[in-house]
């Protein structure tokens, strides 16, 4: 499976998993810009002072050696599904969503374009939020914020106030629980994402449009048959 969803992700005990594009080609870009780096120190050897060509190499090469173990550190799969729920794997941790904390994927919209996300739409909030590692839940704030600042300018679109809409207070209480801090804010986030969105949970795609929809679609399958094979 490579540029879209399909079978050749399933294996033997029914699971599902999704390749995750940035993590393609690290080890030949690695490599690559470990032989460039090499290249450019035998040309200096004996030499008082660099050449540009030289300069330009050495800056390449070690460009090229940070982003090929960027991409190595990146995991094989971001998305991986079987009978126990849905999985995002992250460099920084995962959260896992079993199969009735969330009523269906999609993939979400503002101002009618279609984003780069996958979405869910929660129904167990703590469910989520309870077993979220605190690293990770910084890491997506930080890597979602122009999606959260986006929901914000629509919602003042509307006639909300924006100030209102970025406030995020000191709690977050659930019908079940109350989270301060890092969780407290990423429960403020999800809940005005879904005011604009409908979606609570994000995953970030590299797929075109018909291919994140057929993703959800797949993904929405599995959750009916599934929960219609636990109930009977």
């Not at 009618?112 to 910084?138: E, K, M, W």
Request: hydrophobic fraction near 40%.
């Amino acid at each position: 499976m490579q540029s879209e969803p399909n079978p050749e992700g399933q294996n033997s005990t029914g699971s599902v998993q999704i390749p995750q594009a940035a993590s393609r080609g690290g080890a030949a870009l690695l490599l690559l810009s470990a032989a460039v780096l090499l290249l450019a120190l035998v040309s200096i050897i004996g030499m008082k002072q660099l050449a540009g060509w030289q300069a330009v190499l050495l800056l390449m090469a070690g460009l090229g050696i940070y982003a090929g173990w960027a991409k190595l550190a990146e995991p094989q799969y971001f998305l991986h599904y079987d009978a126990n729920g849905v999985s995002y794997l992250h460099r920084h941790g995962s959260w896992h969503l079993p199969w009735h904390s969330f009523l269906y994927s999609g993939v979400p919209q503002l101002n009618q374009q279609s984003l780069a996300y996958i979405g869910f739409r929660l129904t167990d909030y703590d469910g989520f939020l309870q077993p979220l590692p605190l690293r990770l839940a910084v890491r997506l704030m930080t890597e979602q914020r122009e999606l959260y600042l986006a929901a914000i300018r629509q919602g003042c679109s509307t006639g909300q106030c924006a100030g209102e809409l970025l406030a995020e207070g000191s709690y977050f209480t659930t019908s079940k629980q109350q989270y301060n801090g890092v969780k407290a804010a990423f429960g403020w986030r999800m809940q005005q994402l879904n005011r604009q969105t409908g979606f609570d949970v994000f995953v970030p795609v590299s797929l075109t449009e018909t291919e994140a929809a057929e993703l959800c679609r797949q993904i929405n399958q599995a959750r009916l048959q599934l929960i219609q094979n636990t109930v009977t």
